[in-house]
């Protein structure tokens, strides 16, 4: 079974300029999710879409961050404009439909490569 | 909101030495909790993971973890460490985000090296 694929894995922008990576999720899974990860902590999520449709994006800065998923498959999230705090591996996931029946109905996310982004 | 903290940043240990990495959490609720690990030039991955029942669990590569609910805690242990374990951990909390869904929260991480 294929992994989550993830592209590019590296980029290197100045600020202000825009950027967008993109996400393939591990076939079947209807729950796509994005995070992104500062050097030296862990992992933030920014958005997590089911299907097509948004779940949570109360984590993403909406006045420069924008996320799709559109066929419900692909998803790609964009910065304009990139600020030096961007700087971040930029994470996404995929898993089986997560419920929202409460915590019994989790299912596992598993994890692309990430795209490495660098503001200058 | 939900919160994790991991208390050591980065442990050396020698091959064979025992481990164990602490996890503390936040929330008031059920929580599902979690550990993952990511190799050198690796994928985050599962390692191993509680949702009910008893409260040691064990994951791959002979890696358990206990979970006080009392104390909030979900420390990671293995008996002997091998050079292969060098990596980094991380500990998770799934759990209600308050904005219509369940959330994973992330502790810091701890970065393990292990020396042969």
């Known amino acids: 079974e294929a992994g989550v694929a993830q592209s590019p894995r590296y980029k290197i922008i100045e600020k202000r300029q825009s950027v967008a990576f993109w996400c393939n999720p591990i076939s079947g899974h209807a729950t796509l999710y994005w995070y992104q990860q500062i050097l030296g902590q862990g992992p933030k999520l920014l958005i997590q879409?089911?299907?097509?449709?948004?779940?949570?994006d109360s984590q993403l800065p909406k006045d420069r961050f924008s996320a799709e998923r559109l066929k419900g498959v692909d998803s790609t999230l964009k910065i304009q404009p990139a600020k030096l705090e961007d700087s971040a591996v930029y994470l996404c996931?995929?898993?089986?439909?997560?419920?929202?029946?409460?915590?019994?109905?989790?299912?596992?996310?598993?994890f692309g490569p990430g795209t490495r982004l660098t503001v200058l | 909101a939900q919160s994790v903290s991991q208390h050591n940043h980065h442990v050396i240990l020698s091959e064979a030495a025992s481990l164990e990495l602490g996890c503390n959490y936040s929330?008031?609720?059920?929580?599902?909790l979690f550990w993952y690990v990511q190799y050198p030039g690796q994928h985050l991955q599962l390692l191993l993971k509680?949702?009910?029942?008893?409260?040691l669990v064990k994951g791959i590569k002979g890696f358990e973890a206990e979970f006080i609910k009392s104390k909030f805690s979900f420390n990671l242990r293995k008996p002997s460490v091998q050079w292969s374990d060098t990596a980094e951990y991380f500990c998770a909390v799934n759990a209600y985000s308050g904005a219509g869904s369940y959330q994973l929260t992330f502790g810091k991480g701890t970065k393990l090296s292990v020396i042969p």
């Open positions: 996931a995929s898993s089986r439909p997560q419920g929202l029946a409460g915590v019994g109905s989790y299912n596992e996310q598993f």
């Open positions: 929330y008031g609720g059920t929580v599902n």
């Open positions: 509680y949702f009910s029942g008893d409260p």
């Open positions: 879409f089911q299907n097509n449709g948004v779940v949570d």
